[in-house]
T-cell receptor
Framework: NAGVMQNPRHLVRRRGQEARLRCSPM?????VYWYRQLPEEGLKFMVY????????ESGMPKERFSAEFPKEGPSILRIQQVVRGDSAAYFC?????????????FGPGTRLTVT | GNSVTQMEGPVTLSEEAFLTINCTYT??????LFWYVQYPGEGLQLLLK?????DKGSNKGFEATYRKETTSFHLEKGSVQVSDSAVYFC??????????FGKGTSLLVTP
């Protein structure tokens, strides 16, 4: 059973470009969470999604950031007009419906560098 | 609000030494507590958890006890191995969906 997949693993963008980060949850998981880890910081929650629904986006910056989890395909975290402060590691986690929120399984992360 | 504080790293130990990584938390109510481990180049893996006061989580020789009176969840292992070298994150989940993480403690075990 493959784990949570994230791609790309490393992404370099110039200021003002768009970044798209992809997350494929574990098989059978319908809940996806995105976290951001700034340098020298712990992971910070951004958003929680179920298929086709955003459940909690309380940790998402109000502008330039959006997330989706379509019926088919991976979850996407999109950052428009990136700035240097967006440079961070972005982790995706998934969980199955039965166990709910306690058991979150993490992907390897995407390291975004904005130049 | 909810927050987690864990000891600064890096921690360097010789193989077979005793390990303690301190973790304290601030939260209202009765959060669930977790330790995650991140090996180089990999995602975070759940190491152990405890969901109520006085519970002890254990896995792979690691243990942590949920101490409500001291708001702590310290990670311990009696005899570390080189393969335990990794970054360890303490985390809590309260009534919402989000896990709240500490900054992580890097552990290096030398032969």
């Amino acid at each position: 059973n493959a784990g949570v997949m994230q791609n790309p693993r490393h992404l370099v963008r110039r200021r003002g470009q768009e970044a798209r980060l992809r997350c494929s949850p574990m098989k059978g998981h319908s809940h996806v969470y995105w976290y951001r880890q700034l340098p020298e910081e712990g992971l910070k929650f951004m958003v929680y999604l179920q298929k086709e629904n955003i459940i909690d986006e309380s940790g998402m910056p109000k502008e330039r950031f959006s997330a989706e989890f379509p019926k088919e395909g991976p979850s996407i975290l999109r950052i428009q007009q990136v700035v240097r402060g967006d440079s961070a590691a972005y982790f995706c986690a998934s969980s199955p419906p039965a166990t709910g929120r306690d058991e979150q399984y993490f992907g390897p992360g995407t390291r975004l560098t904005v130049t | 609000g909810n927050s987690v504080t864990q000891m600064e790293g890096p921690v360097t130990l010789s193989e077979e030494a005793f390990l303690t990584i301190n973790c304290t938390y601030t939260a209202t109510g009765y959060p669930s507590l977790f330790w995650y481990v991140q090996y180089p180049g990999e995602g975070l893996q759940l190491l152990l958890k405890a969901t109520k006061a006085d519970d002890k989580g254990s896995n792979k020789g690691f243990e942590a006890t949920y101490r409500k009176e001291t708001t702590s969840f310290h990670l311990e292992k009696g005899s570390v191995q080189v393969s335990d070298s990794a970054v360890y994150f303490c985390a809590l989940r309260n009534s919402g969906y989000a896990l709240n993480f500490g900054k992580g403690t890097s552990l290096l075990v030398t032969p």
